[in-house]
């Protein structure tokens, strides 16, 4: 059952009155050393640490405490921050540590599957688990109106208890009760930026070899995409509705016969249509099964399996 998203918490200004509660972050990658600048910067005693210990030196100067090893880090407080590079390195990481009474906070990249795999695995060792998928690159953490956010999915009760030292580094967002959501918006939303960056790719390529500044064009490139971001609106109205044929400005019958000119251009520049053509062939597929009325989203129905 599709669960939305229920409640965000901005970043906090430096200056909020009260005790901060203290925690421990595993892990000090480029996103975990923001993570922890973080919540240094709000007064968070935090206990840091990392594969390398190295990588906490700079962290203790600012006022961190390092732990001599993951169990001693983990010890130190009941509120648990994981950020580590994959679903292995977590397991790794807590292997003998007691995380009996510990609220457990993975914010570790994994999939929907490794998530609710973590969540069973927290529960039969006594831990509360949120799970959680960061929308943000590091010089975005602890920036007020960055944009950058984290989603987390699992526990309410952890959430809400800890939704204001959550919201230090990023707006908090809770998705849902099942722990594998957090994962599943994140790789969501990667995929889409992901095929925003395939697309500009072909964009810039086709006029690479022309007298054509790069520079000058982006204006026009990112405009373009923010004019048609909104379209997505429309297609989630479709899928919930299952009328594709509602609204349609440019139908499917219409924009399949104009694909071959975009691959005759690209012939023509001397770049590959590599990008562009496994989405051509959905749209053609869909067209063959009689949704030339529609518009591209029973595109989303051909990758469902």
Known sequence: MTQHLVGTTEKKTAGTSGAKTPLTLLGLGAMGTALARAWLAEG?????????????????????????????????????????????????????????????????TTTPAEARARARWAQERGARYLDGGIMAVPPMIGVPGAGGYILHSGSQELFEEHRETLGVPAGATWVGTDPGF????????????????????????????????????????ADWLVAMAPSVHRTAANLRSGDYTEGVVSNLAMQVAGTPAFLRAAEEQGVSAELLRPYFDLMRRRLAGGGGDEDLTGVVDLLVR
Do not use: I, Q
């Open 44 to 108: 968070h005693p935090l206990t840091v640490w990392n594969r390398t210990p190295a990588r906490a030196a700079a962290l203790v100067g600012e006022g961190a405490r390092a732990g001599d090893d993951a169990a001693e880090a983990v010890a130190a407080n009941r509120l648990v921050v994981v950020c580590l590079l994959d679903d292995a390195s977590v397991s790794e990481a807590l292997d003998g540590t007691d995380l009996a009474g510990k609220d457990l906070v993975n914010l570790t």
């Open 182 to 221: 957090a994962a599943l918006y994140d790789m969501a939303l990667l995929g889409a930026m992901y095929g925003m960056f395939a697309g500009a790719a072909h964009a810039f390529a086709l006029v690479r070899k022309e007298d054509v500044d790069p520079v000058a064009l982006a204006p026009l490139l």
